[in-house]
């Protein structure tokens, strides 16, 4: 008679199974093999969670690899540690720089004028009455004595001879603001006669600006009709008053070089020199920063890391400052990229002759 088989026994050797099998699993993690033997050691984790890179398996932490390594996590492959851009572990910023050097500063002041004729007169007539007629017209050259117009004197119940009117100066005509059949009188300018073979610039400059200006104050001019060019000049006559109404001297300056293109009535845009200084350290303007309570610059010390120093200013010039404290000839400061740097980072100059000295050292 066959015995019966409990329902129960599979489900009991599969529970002896699975407490056999954990047990073994237990067992090797501590070492211990069924055969009595000790198991392999795993590889011990890295701190990043991973095998140690150079540590064979079954070697213990710190004893030395196949390959001769240590057993220390290596710093290729995954990094341990943040990249450095820097040997000193210190960011390096790309600036553009330019040492600092003597030389000349001035400070401009900027007007405008017109271009006159350097020796201009007015033609008036030698008695009233109508005008019969206009002997020469605007551009004519005319000589000492020549006719320019005829004047009739006559009036009511008497009749005269027309009477001439001659130029008092050689030259050309620059305008005639009457016409023919106009009545003039002795006040009448009839024309205007300049030469313009000597032309000059006329201006006003303001008050505040005169406490520098001489006769010889150099000038730069330029003109709307001639663009990209700059033409020297500077200051031959200055009005001993000031204009109490504009607040402004009368100045008139001569080229160094007359130019054929300059012609009268042209307007020009004046660059006068209010002030200047020579054999000064000259600083440029766009390395400076300037704040409302004091201004300063980034120099680059010898190791290539950069100082924040204050500095006293003078003369302001168009595109420099003048350097009165704060800097020495030689020294160098960062014109480009000081926008990105603050005290004691570290600079690499890429251009200029200052950048292949730093090169060469390096």
């Known amino acids: 008679m066959k015995h019966a088989i409990p329902r129960s026994l599979p489900q009991i050797i ?24 000790p198991a392999s050691v795993k590889p011990v984790s890295s701190p990043q969670g991973g095998a140690a890179q150079g540590q064979a398996p079954g070697q213990a932490p710190g004893q030395a690899g ?27 910023v790309a600036v553009r720089a330019v040492a600092i050097t003597t030389g000349s500063i001035r400070n401009y002041t900027k007007i405008h004028g017109d271009v006159v004729s350097r020796n201009e007169v007015k033609i008036y007539p030698n008695v009233g009455g109508k005008l019969l007629e206009r002997k020469a ?58 030469d313009l073979s000597r032309t000059q610039i006329s201006t006003a400059v303001p008050e505040r600006y ?12 330029s003109f709307d009709a001639i663009p990209g060019q700059i033409f020297a000049a500077m200051v031959s006559e200055m009005n001993p008053v000031v204009d109490t109404a504009s607040r402004t001297l009368d100045v008139t300056l001569l080229l160094e070089k007359a130019d054929p293109r300059i012609l009268v009535g042209m307007f020009a845009t004046i660059k006068l020199v209010t002030d200047s200084r020579n054999k ?24 290539n890391t950069v100082e924040r120093r204050i500095v006293i200013l003078g003369l302001e010039g168009e595109d420099s400052f003048e350097v009165k404290q704060g800097l020495r000839q030689g020294e160098r400061v960062v014109t480009e990229g000081k926008g990105s740097i603050t005290e004691g980072d570290a600079v690499r ?13 390096r």
């Open 280 to 303: 000064v350290l000259v600083l440029p303007r766009i390395s400076v920063t300037l704040g409302s309570n004091d201004s300063y610059v980034f120099v680059i010390k010898a190791d």
């Open 210 to 221: 005169l406490s520098n200006l001489r006769v010889g104050t150099a000038a730069e001019v």
């Open 66 to 92: 196949a390959n001769g390594t240590s057993g220390q996590p290596a710093t290729t492959g995954t990094a341990t540690q943040p990249a450095r851009t820097g040997s000193a572990g210190k960011r390096v």
């Open 137 to 194: 017209a605007v551009g004519d050259w005319v000589s000492k004595g020549t006719e320019i117009a005829l004047v009739d004197p006559s009036k009511v119940g008497q009749t005269f001879m027309p009477n001439p009117i001659e130029s008092t100066v050689s030259g050309t005509i620059l305008s005639i603001p009457v016409s023919e059949g106009d009545t003039i009188s002795a006040n009448t300018v009839i024309a205007t006669v300049g």
């Open 349 to 361: 100059i890429i251009d200029g002759q200052a950048a292949q000295k730093d090169g060469a050292a």
């Open 14 to 37: 599969i529970t002896i199974v699975i407490v056999i099998v954990g047990a073994s699993i237990v067992l090797n993690q501590l070492g211990v093999s069924f055969s009595g033997k």
